[in-house]
């Protein structure tokens, strides 16, 4: 028999996005309280909001890589604001030690989803397991129609990601471009901020770009040379 958490699913598990890999700035917080409560020892639902770009995928990552190395049953999906899946996809989604949705604010307004994900929310829940969201706004401000479901979302802790400042972006860059391998000065770190887009999910796919660049040039990121490649981008 297939166990639950053996469904093949269409999803994204992405290797480097764990506690590790995620710089915490103010929010380490919302570290420790994401990682008690995959332990056991937390609070049983949390919210996380933030704007997006924050890094909420990234902790609700985290907490499924966590959750594997602690032999706990993880499921992790983002609901997209296109097109939902069939709420079918909830379905034996209760047994799951650790389950983790992102983007819950798509599903408002379809009361399917919102019907099917009371009933999932509720026996989830009764059986002592952890339910992990994330919204880009707080969960009052979510316009669930199904009133129960809304009283439900308010349930446990809510927590904000609070917004890197400079200084934080450009340690944060530093940091990440130390993780794979290369390095990146303050002063260009500096340069990045003000010509680039400040949006870190952004930033990180422009350090894979300068990391090939640099190897690809057998040269450092300075910034007449960050000016050359930034440059050749905006022709592109």
Known sequence: MTKPWQIPLNFEFRANQTFEDFFPGTNQEIINHLQKSIAGNGEQQLFIWGAPGSGKSHLLQACCHQAQSQNRSSFYFALSPVELPDPALLTGLDKFDIVCFDDIEHLAGNAAWEQAFFNFFNQHRDQGHTLILSASCPPNNIAIQLPDLKTRLNWGLTLKIQPLADSDRIAALIFKADQMG???????????????????SSLWLLLKKLDQASLAAKRKLTIPFLKQILGEESHD
Do not use: N
Request: aromatic share 16%; hydrophobic share 35%; glycine share 6%.
């Open 182 to 200: 290369f390095e990146i000065s303050p002063q260009a770190g500096r340069f990045l901020l003000t010509h680039y887009d400040r949006d870190l």
